[in-house]
């Protein structure tokens, strides 16, 4: 089913996401689509904010009815699909170009109700402040790129869960790279079946079901 109808475009907002949550709340259905040029008080994951510039990004959210608890990482791989055969997936879902960030995912849900899948793609350029973490699909068509993003998110939510575990496996980012999560440190040891990441400690191998972990700096291949 295809997504992005109907649309809800803002010049200005503070998050679409919280418009989104609001709208769902409200009954709308699903496929609705929520975007803005610009977002004042854009919400990231833990808590962070995410910042929108003017007409330089995808800051999109959109309304789902029927998903499953795969949904983060299905649109981390829409978001994938999006960026190239050269973007990396940063379990669950950070999307990475050259090992800096292009994208960032909240998915925000009341479970069986109804989950907000808010997406910001970075698409024409990032401020150069950030440009030794962030970088961008250096395309110059927002709309097109959007798009291309929904159409993919539409195929990914939907496909079966063993393609969904394969394709990951194909981007992690984090396979054999040392990492670090507010519980210790480990390497990536994949993904197994449930889309659950596996780290390797020097006590046995654990998995990761949800939360964020952080890449270390010159880990290795
Ligand atoms: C992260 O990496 O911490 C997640 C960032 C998610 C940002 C997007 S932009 C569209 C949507 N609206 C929000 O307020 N947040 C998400």
Redesign the pocket.
Same mark, same amino acid.
């Given at each position: 089913m295809s997504l992005g109808s109907p649309r809800l475009h803002l010049r200005s907002v503070g &998050? @679409?996401? *919280?418009r989104a949550r609001e709208l769902a709340e409200g009954g709308a259905p699903h496929g609705t689509l929520v975007t803005a040029s610009e977002?004042t008080a !854009? $919400?990231? $994951?833990q808590g $962070?904010t995410?910042v @929108?510039p003017p007409g330089t990004a995808i *800051? *999109? &959210?959109v309304i789902l009815r029927e998903f499953d608890d795969l949904l983060p990482l299905r649109a981390g791989l829409a978001v994938a699909d999006l960026a190239g055969g050269a973007a990396r997936v940063k379990w669950p879902n950070?999307v990475l170009l050259d090992g800096r960030k292009v994208a !960032? %995912?909240?998915v925000e849900a009341r479970a069986p109700d109804w989950a907000v899948v !808010? %997406? !910001?793609v970075n698409v024409t350029g990032v401020p150069p402040e950030v440009a030794d973490i962030a970088t961008s699909l250096e395309r110059d068509d927002v709309e097109g790129a959007l798009t291309e993003l929904l159409a993919a998110l539409a195929r990914r939510v939907t496909q079966p869960a063993t393609e969904i575990v394969a394709a990951l496996r194909e981007r992690d980012a984090l396979l054999g790279r040392r990492v670090r999560w507010n519980g210790g440190e480990g390497v990536g040891g994949g993904i197994d079946a449930s889309g659950a990441l596996l780290v390797e400690t020097g006590s046995g191998t654990i998995s990761l079901s949800s939360g964020e972990v952080h890449l270390l700096a010159n880990s290795g291949t």
């Open positions: &998050s @679409t996401n *919280a977002q !854009g $919400r990231g $994951r $962070r995410w @929108t *800051a *999109a &959210s950070d !960032g %995912i909240l !808010g %997406i !910001g």
